[in-house]
């Protein structure tokens, strides 16, 4: 988990149909690096089958604009995926949603891939920046998303998932960045 993977990912685009695949990569992200950071009851609930949160990864796949991403190791399984769009706040940006991968995988530079292929695919929609949300107690994910080339806008929110838990907002300029 600590070193670099010799295992080779295959990155497709993602549909409907991928959603099991990828609520299992989030529920297996959720449980390795939210420990702490989000109550504890909330992660032990978490279900990759739960009939709510399939409908509504599928539902906010079929929105205008929003793309997804999925890797896949050579046996096929799900590896991680990133799901972006516009952003949800300014009219003139695009937002990386959602940025798994399954803890096996951390540091193989799947995730670095997909992040720099969540990135293009906002440019290419016209995107002139590109933010996302980190929560503020995942120092190894805003680490990751340093390394990037992203940074902190000082934009801080609360996200409520069972109790509050704090966020920030980090963003690139992708006219500077191409």
Known sequence: MSGPSSV???????????????????VAGWRAAYQGLVPEDVIDRMRADDPRAL??????L???????????????????FCVGGPDRDTP?????Y?????????????????????VAGLRA?????????????NGRARRFY??????????RRMLDIGGPVPELRYRIDLEVSA
């Open 55 to 60: 409908a509504s990864r599928r539902a906010a």
């Open 92 to 96: 003139y940006g695009g937002e990386i």
């Open 146 to 155: 340093e390394r990037a080339g992203l940074t902190a806008t000082g934009e």
């Open 125 to 137: 929609r016209g995107h002139t920046e590109a933010s996302l949300w980190v929560l503020e107690g």
């Open 98 to 118: 959602a940025l798994y991968v399954r803890p096996e995988h951390w540091s193989s530079g799947l995730g670095r891939d997909l992040l720099g292929r969540g």
């Open 8 to 26: 080779s990912f295959r990155v497709r685009d993602a549909g409907p149909g991928d959603v099991a695949a990828i609520e299992r990569v989030r």
């Open 62 to 80: 079929a929105k205008r604009g929003v793309f997804a991403l999925l890797a896949e190791d050579p046996d096929g399984r799900a590896a991680g």
